[in-house]
């Protein structure tokens, strides 16, 4: 036979309404629909939502906040900022960024992956 239940698991779905005031629905099933409503909204609405067109490192502005624009869409919003910048034995002026690739402008202002 079960125990019975203390007031506090008693009331530890809907804890401001006696039993008598509390709706039917379990609190499973309500965050069950919550996350349903919240998948069905923000996720398989996505999938919708046109992407811009493919564009590649050189095809980008040379500017810093260039940079960071493409980077930070190529890495899913994830935010990506300088770490450092310091000159190749070339005598190119290159940019260290957070996600572990340098990039460096050509002689035609367009942006490549620094090789280390």
């Not at 500017?63 to 930070?72: E, G, H, K, R």
């Not at 899913?76 to 572990?100: D, F, L, Q």
Request: with cysteine.
């Amino acid at each position: 036979m079960n125990a019975p239940l203390s007031v506090a698991s008693r009331y530890a779905c809907n804890y401001r309404h006696p039993p008598y005031r509390r709706k039917k629905k379990l609190c499973h099933e309500k965050s069950l629909i919550r996350w349903h409503v919240f998948y069905t909204f923000m996720v398989m609405s996505s999938a919708f939502v046109k992407e811009s067109d493919d564009q590649w490192l050189h095809d980008i502005a040379p500017t810093m906040a260039a940079l960071i624009q493409y980077l930070v869409r190529e890495n899913n919003g994830v935010r990506v900022y300088e770490k450092s910048n310091y000159m190749t034995p070339e005598g190119i002026a290159a940019h260290e960024m957070s996600n572990g690739f340098s990039y460096a402008l050509d002689e035609n202002s367009k942006w490549y992956i620094v090789e280390e």
